[in-house]
């Protein structure tokens, strides 16, 4: 979230202030329109169809037009086979299994919970974003249908409906896409960072000139501030580039990200510039064109280095601090190499089914078991009160499952407001007001796609509005897409708005009460535990088995890069906690946010320094190199320890002196051995690489020593 963004706590209850966010979130951007489009008609095609041949689930099919990836040709086709195949096996899963406990009341009842905990356990291990949705919703869907008392003949063709639904739903979404003209893939990803490097680069280029800034880009800049850089970070994970890239790309985008956060607080300002600050501005503006057009090309940025003479008070902090951002943002690429090139050894050339630390992190099991405690208490609660109508409260817990309190409320309620939005205001007030004056399917198609262009335009928002979107188009479509007719029964409204609540319910009473943590704890706890990871990932590798030291080494990374994605995550949660100890949480917030591009920076180069300890083909090192290599990486991690130490407050000062002495020493003796016994070309690149790694590492611990405890 964009440093405009901090400020939300003090105008979040104003009215003029929540005209201006939505006004942000809503206002078009390049391609929007047409994306919407897509959308629309491919939903709209998919109604007529099930509607017409009687295919049961339409509502299903509906959605997954909407959440189908428009990446490329490619990536739709790669979404929607994903999405087919996992309501596939969801599917071939609920019938083979149902087979043994049909029968047995109590078994049933244990084969509920143990499906609801894998549910859970996918939602966390799976990597495909749309696997995880598919295998939900079928679970989701399968559950409720196989608890009615029908022969076991109906319930299997009614789950064979469903996966004939999904299977139409990507045949007609595919074909949409191909329809219309495609843009290179990956563009949904680089031309939002290439918008605003251009962005910045424009303002910077006013203040070189000696001239204000244009109350367009001012405008521009803005807005990119409070969207922030979450939404094509979230598209980046879940493209298929190699995983060294996807890192490398993720980490210039936070750092993106900070940039137009400081470039926004610049036109305020009245600044008086001194012939250096314009010709470092000039250079700026310069560098971040020439790292627009490497992206652009799909090249990787140059490193730069910028010369400080004399500053200016005003401007010094803010233009230094771009500066150095702009270095870490080409620092991050090194060792990297381009999108198309081979991954690392060990690598998976596409995406994992399940995330490398799968069964090796902790976490996975407390999220399934917290995840499953919840659905499971709604399951008792309907089935109790004999309402399956209130079902859906499964399908929320399954989709507004969040590990901390601020996250939680954030999502649960979108949820809410697009149940209320979708079920109450439009579905019903449809049936009252509207509905009884249409007569044909073209009638009802038309209110349709209306219902769905809105839904549409909301979920191209940033993530912090388009989950809205998402609820809002999937409460309208289970009240007026469950039956072949116009639905006439405000009861089905009411009994799916009453499920959302009790699910949220639950979520709120297991994950915040009973088995909770404050988004600002966890997201400490979690930077500490990520500075902890970091120097065991320095160290390795511990064994000389080098099929076990690259798996260790790559479930670690997993571990890392996820736990930055998290960090940043529960810095958003924050904003949405309230209490005595708000003020205290968000000033570590922005500490926190200050620090991270730094850690993901390190976190990059040291996975190209592992490339050295591993001693792959192309990077194999004497071992008396070697040895130095690791003295210094020792001393690195020894130094990331303290800075953990210090944050927890197990320490209250970084150590210095003689340490420090050490780890420069270690550095110069490696530097030099390397210089003496590796070939030019090899040596530069290994030298340059491990200044840079203790660069930032005495920046990170410098800036953690002098915040007060």
């Known amino acids: 979230m964009a440093a405009i963004a901090q400020r939300l706590p003090a105008s979040n209850g104003t009215f003029s202030w929540l005209c201006e966010w939505l006004r942000d979130e809503l206002t078009p951007y390049p391609g929007r329109a047409l994306l919407v489009a897509r959308m629309v008609i491919a939903a709209a095609l998919i109604v007529i169809v099930c509607m017409t041949?009687?295919?049961q689930y339409a509502w299903q099919g509906a959605i997954y037009a909407l959440l189908v990836s428009r990446e490329s040709p490619r990536a739709t086709l790669r979404s929607g086979a994903t999405i087919f195949l996992v309501t596939g096996i969801g599917a071939a899963y609920l019938i083979a299994s149902m087979m043994l406990v049909i029968n047995i009341p109590p078994l049933h009842f244990l084969w509920v919970i143990a499906t609801l905990f894998l549910a859970f356990y996918g939602i966390g291990t799976l990597t495909n974003y749309l696997a995880a949705v598919a295998f939900v919703n079928t679970i989701s869907i399968g559950i409720p249908l196989w608890d009615r008392h029908v022969s076991a003949e109906t319930n299997v063709e009614d789950t064979l409906w469903l996966c004939l639904a999904t299977l139409i739903a990507v045949v007609i979404t595919g074909a949409v896409e191909f329809a219309f003209v495609r843009q290179r893939p990956g563009d949904d990803i680089l031309l939002p960072m290439t918008e605003r490097l251009e962005t910045v680069a424009v303002l910077l280029s006013c203040y070189a000139d000696g001239r204000a800034p244009d109350p367009a880009t001012e405008k521009k800049l803005l807005r990119l501030a409070m969207?922030?850089?979450?939404?094509?970070?979230?598209?980046?994970?879940?493209?298929?580039?190699?995983?060294?890239?996807?890192?490398?790309?993720?980490?210039?985008?936070?750092?993106?990200?900070?940039?137009v956060d400081v470039a926004a607080t610049l036109p305020p300002l009245s600044l008086e510039l001194s012939d250096d600050n314009r010709r470092r501005f000039r250079d700026l503006a310069s560098t971040l064109t020439s790292i627009r057009i490497a992206l652009t090309n799909r090249t990787i940025p140059a490193p730069v280095q910028f010369s400080t003479?004399?500053?200016?008070?005003?401007?010094?902090?803010?233009?230094?601090?771009?500066?150095?951002?702009?270095?870490?943002?080409?620092?991050?690429?090194?060792?990297?190499?381009?999108?198309?090139?081979?991954?690392?050894?060990?690598?998976?050339?596409?995406?994992?089914?399940?995330?490398l630390d799968a069964f090796v992190n902790p976490e996975h099991v407390r999220f399934a078991l917290k995840g499953?405690?919840?659905?499971?208490?709604?399951?008792?609660?309907?089935?109790?009160?004999?309402?399956?109508?209130?079902?859906?409260?499964?399908?929320?817990?399954?989709?507004?499952?969040?590990?901390?309190?601020?996250?939680?409320?954030?999502k649960q309620g979108l949820r809410l407001a697009g149940a209320l939005a979708g079920g109450f205001v439009i579905g019903m007030g449809s049936q009252i007001f509207i509905l009884p004056y249409v007569d044909s399917i073209a009638g009802f198609l038309v209110f349709f796609g209306l219902v769905t262009a809105v839904s549409s335009w909301i979920m191209t928002s940033s993530?912090?509005?388009?989950?809205?979107?998402?609820?809002?188009?999937?409460?309208?479509?289970?009240?007026?897409?469950?039956?072949?007719?116009?639905?006439?029964?405000?009861?089905?409204?009411?009994?799916?708005?009453?499920?959302?609540?009790?699910?949220?319910?639950?979520?709120?009473l297991v994950f915040d009460q009973l088995w909770g943590a404050r988004a600002a704890v966890e997201m400490k706890r979690t930077f500490i535990s990520n500075l902890r990871l970091m120097a065991q990932?320095?160290?390795?590798?511990?064994?000389?088995?080098?099929?076990?030291?690259?798996?260790?080494?790559?479930?670690?990374?997993?571990?890392?890069?996820?736990?930055?994605?998290?960090?940043?995550?529960?810095?958003?949660?924050?904003?949405?906690?309230?209490?005595?100890?708000?003020?205290?949480?968000?000033?570590?917030?922005?500490?926190?946010?200050?620090?991270?591009?730094?850690?993901?920076?390190?976190?990059?180069?040291?996975?190209?320094?592992?490339?050295?300890?591993?001693?792959?083909?192309?990077?194999?090192?004497?071992?008396?190199?070697?040895?130095?290599?690791?003295?210094?990486?020792?001393?690195?991690?020894?130094?990331?320890?303290?800075?953990?130490?210090?944050?927890?407050?197990?320490?209250?000062?970084?150590?210095?002196?003689?340490?420090?002495?050490?780890?420069?020493?270690?550095?110069?003796?490696?530097?030099?051995r390397a210089a003496r016994e590796l070939p030019d070309a090899q040596a530069q690149s290994f030298v340059t690489l491990l200044g840079k790694i203790d660069a930032v590492t005495n920046s990170l611990a410098a800036e953690v020593a002098t915040e007060p405890e």
């Not at 150095?324 to 381009?338: I, Y």
């Not at 609660?381 to 939680?408: E, H, K, M, R």
């Not at 993530?463 to 479509?477: N, T």
């Not at 469950?482 to 959302?500: C, H, K, M, N």
């Open 537 to 672: 990932f320095a160290r390795e590798p511990t064994t000389r088995d080098l099929k076990t030291a690259i798996a260790r080494s790559l479930a670690l990374r997993e571990t890392i890069n996820d736990n930055l994605d998290k960090t940043r995550a529960l810095a958003d949660g924050v904003l949405f906690e309230f209490g005595p100890s708000r003020q205290r949480d968000l000033e570590l917030r922005t500490k926190i946010r200050q620090w991270q591009p730094q850690l993901r920076t390190l976190f990059i180069l040291r996975t190209a320094s592992l490339k050295y300890r591993l001693q792959l083909p192309g990077f194999e090192l004497p071992e008396t190199v070697r040895h130095q290599q690791e003295a210094y990486d020792e001393h690195s991690a020894r130094m990331l320890e303290q800075i953990a130490d210090r944050i927890e407050g197990q320490e209250l000062a970084i150590a210095g002196g003689a340490d420090q002495e050490r780890q420069k020493r270690s550095l110069y003796d490696v530097e030099a």
């Open 463 to 508: 993530p912090r509005l388009s989950y809205f979107g998402v609820q809002l188009a999937l409460a309208f479509y289970l009240i007026h897409l469950q039956e072949f007719t116009i639905q006439t029964s405000l009861t089905i409204a009411r009994d799916r708005v009453v499920g959302i609540l009790l699910g949220l319910f639950m979520m709120w």
């Open 372 to 410: 499953c405690l919840a659905a499971s208490t709604c399951y008792v609660i309907y089935n109790a009160l004999a309402w399956p109508g209130i079902s859906t409260a499964v399908t929320t817990c399954l989709l507004t499952a969040l590990s901390t309190t601020g996250a939680s409320r954030q």
């Open 53 to 55: 041949f009687r295919i």
């Open 227 to 259: 969207v922030g850089t979450s939404m094509f970070r979230r598209g980046l994970k879940r493209s298929n580039v190699a995983p060294e890239y996807s890192a490398a790309a993720a980490g210039v985008a936070v750092l993106i990200g900070r940039l």
């Open 309 to 355: 003479t004399t500053e200016s008070a005003a401007v010094a902090p803010l233009l230094g601090e771009m500066e150095r951002t702009v270095t870490l943002m080409t620092d991050v690429f090194a060792g990297s190499r381009s999108a198309h090139e081979l991954p690392l050894p060990g690598d998976p050339e596409r995406p994992m089914l399940l995330s």
